[in-house]
């Protein structure tokens, strides 16, 4: 009978450091939001706490993923494990997402609006992740919306 192999700590480490910060971007922590939930969660026996996640070691690093867990209402380590990644698209998508930007900012909304309508329409969870038919289908929602704005304040 074959005996698996120890895990080396090193990689664990690395591997929940990068969750850790997979995370954070996922949930759009500020800076300073971030640093205060590490040096909460690190805090302890008279020792203030780390500010960053990079001084962590693995057990820390699983208390920070666990405190992500609580406020995500998911297993946060077994979210960034099964994402699945889409491929990176053949051809430069940057003039279709500079569209979609300019059609945002027309219409006074935020990035996590076309995050949303990403995920609603394409079953993504990034605009990032589209390919270019995807994208398409997007500016084609923003630019029905921006109509239907037009409309109602030509209305008023």
């Not at 920070?64 to 609580?70: A, D, G, T, V």
């Amino acid at each position: 009978m074959k005996r698996r192999a120890a895990k080396d700590p090193a990689a664990t480490r690395l591997r929940r450091l990068k969750a850790v910060h997979a995370i954070r971007r996922q949930m759009g922590l500020d800076d300073d939001v971030y640093r205060d939930l590490v040096q909460r969660v690190t805090r302890g026996a008279g020792f203030d706490g780390w500010r960053s996640a990079g001084d962590c070691d693995p057990a820390q690093l699983a208390a920070i993923l666990r405190e992500f867990q609580k406020l995500q209402g998911k297993p946060a380590e077994q979210a960034v494990a099964a994402r699945v990644w889409a491929a990176k698209p053949k051809g430069d998508l940057s003039p279709q997402v500079a569209k979609i930007e300019a059609l945002l900012a027309d219409a006074g909304r935020e990035w996590a609006y076309g995050h949303a309508l990403a995920k609603r329409i394409c079953k993504v969870n990034r605009i990032e992740w589209c390919n270019r038919f995807e994208l398409q289908k997007l500016i084609a929602a923003l630019e029905y919306d921006a109509k239907r704005r037009a409309r109602r304040a030509a209305g008023e």
